[in-house]
């Protein structure tokens, strides 16, 4: 299997996040093998048109949906992740903790 480019790493991370659940751009980036690129993936977001992505599951590391308050693209992320039953207060998310990771739970010591 070829290597992938950052951008298709990028964007399988983002597809790997499960319904109902967000991630930060930073943990999408080092799921991706790129630890310190959030700007890159916020890039690649930007410029993809799959209409599949389910891009509305990426948040900033706080849980704030990075559009501006109101604007169209604030609002219908906010309503996707809520009709995935996710918790959106005010245009934020409870964000997992680290150790609330499915490779935490799948790799911490017992």
Known sequence: MPDL???????????AVPRGQVAG??????????????RMVAR??????DPQLPWHRIL???GRIAFPKDSPGWLEQGQRLRA?????????VRMP????SLDA????PR
Do not use: C, F, H
């Open 60 to 62: 900033r590391s706080d």
């Open 5 to 15: 480019s950052a951008a298709e790493r990028i964007l399988a991370a983002i597809r």
């Open 105 to 108: 739970a799948l790799w911490r």
């Open 25 to 38: 751009y930073g943990m999408i980036a080092r799921r991706a093998g790129l630890p310190g690129r959030a």
């Open 97 to 100: 903790k680290d150790d609330e």
């Open 84 to 92: 995935e039953g996710v918790n959106v207060r005010d245009g934020r």
């Open 44 to 49: 690649v977001l930007g410029q993809t048109d």
